[in-house]
Nanobody, 124 residues
Framework: VQLQASGGGLVQAGGSLRLSCAVS????????VGWSRQAPGKERETVAS????????HYVDSVKERFTISRDTAKNMVYLRMNSLKLEDTAVYYC??????????????????WGQGTQVTVSS
């Protein structure tokens, strides 16, 4: 499974961005997709996840009501819509996938497949 993230950039606080992730190479093996982020000097954390076959998204508290994860299995795409961005959202964002179908937000270390990161920088 290969994942290719895009859509990062520089945005002012309060603004919005949509990240995209193209999924290829065996989507039949995917149970869950998610987005993680890693800020300088911090550990990577999963911020959102959703079952690949359908279901609701799950979020860490720090992004609830601001971020929305979605997937389009017809296009093999995963998205992360980020609204009301804050300075502390600055990080490299990664899309990830795992064969297990999960409910809830699981640690980044538990995902089997990773894409390259895309930088999101929120300025004041």
């Amino acid at each position: 499974v290969q994942l290719q993230a895009s859509g990062g950039g520089l945005v002012q606080a309060g603004g919005s961005l949509r990240l995209s992730c193209a999924v290829s190479g065996g989507t039949g093996r995917i149970g869950t997709v998610g987005w993680s982020r890693q800020a300088p000097g911090k550990e990577r954390e999963t911020v959102a996840s959703i079952p690949w076959s359908g279901g609701i998204g799950h979020y860490v508290d720090s992004v609830k009501e601001r971020f929305t994860i979605s997937r389009d299995t017809a296009k093999n795409m995963v998205y992360l819509r980020m609204n009301s961005l804050k300075l502390e959202d600055t990080a490299v964002y990664y899309c990830a996938a795992d064969p297990r179908r999960r409910v809830g937000v699981w640690p980044s270390s538990s995902y089997a497949y990773w894409g390259q990161g895309t930088q999101v920088t929120v300025s004041s």
